[in-house]
């Protein structure tokens, strides 16, 4: 089935550890995004990339850095510059950056030791 | 983009239809209304999205007026599986910058 593996689904960060969340699609999509939400919040866009080797930061990019390497991967590190990282992290793919037509993982949940 | 409201929560029997209200009054020419759902710790699924006309597919109906300052998105049979929260959002049809963003929601809750 075609769609967006997110992994781990729960994941525990200890004080001043980095950690990676995974993203994969097989949809063949140029564009992924990676989004932040809170509780009882609307999502947070993070960082998102258009195609291959290009990325650029969303509105809370801080504390977070990303990678593009092959078109089916979208890797998020949460490093220890993020002072608040608990969270639902999301991960979410498009044909293109312009499309508002977004397919999403089932999230990454996030707690801090 | 243009900002949309949406009531805080809703209920609806089972096999009865959900009307979801979206008011979107600052619409402008170019932007489409986008409806997504999300059910609890999962990732936002897309629903369906309209202009002008109604619109339907196999999940929901868009039904949006005339003067397009506000829709409903109907779900024509409830049933549990579709208790989440719903999302409308307004934006152009090329997004610059893919950003979605998602407000408060309405939280529909399909009782028995």
């Known amino acids: 089935d075609g769609g967006i593996t997110q992994s781990p689904k729960y994941l525990f960060r200890k004080e001043g550890q980095n950690v990676t969340l995974s993203c994969e699609q097989n949809l063949n999509h140029d564009a992924m995004y990676w989004y932040r939400q809170d509780p009882g919040q609307g999502l947070r866009l993070i960082y998102y990339?258009?195609?291959?080797?290009?990325?650029q930061k969303g509105d809370i990019a801080e504390g977070y850095s990303v990678s593009r390497e092959k078109k089916e991967s979208f890797p998020l590190t949460v490093t220890s510059a993020q002072k608040n990282p608990t969270a639902f992290y999301l991960c979410a793919s498009s044909i293109t950056l312009l499309e508002n037509i977004q397919y999403f993982g089932a999230g990454t949940r996030l707690s801090v030791l | 983009d243009a900002k949309t409201t949406q009531p805080p929560s809703m209920d609806c029997a089972e096999g009865r239809a959900a009307n979801l209200p979206c008011n979107h009054s600052t619409i402008s020419g170019n932007e489409y209304v986008y409806w997504y759902r999300q059910i609890h710790s999962q990732g936002p699924q897309y629903i369906i999205h309209g202009l002008k006309n109604n619109e339907t597919n196999e999940m929901a109906s868009l039904i949006i007026t005339e003067d397009r300052k506000s829709s409903t998105l109907i779900l024509p049979h409830a049933t549990l599986r579709d208790t989440a929260v719903y999302y409308c959002i307004v934006s152009p049809y090329y997004n610059q910058g893919g950003k979605l963003i998602f407000g408060q929601g309405t939280e529909l809750s399909v009782k028995p």
């Open positions: 990339s258009q195609i291959v080797n290009d990325f």
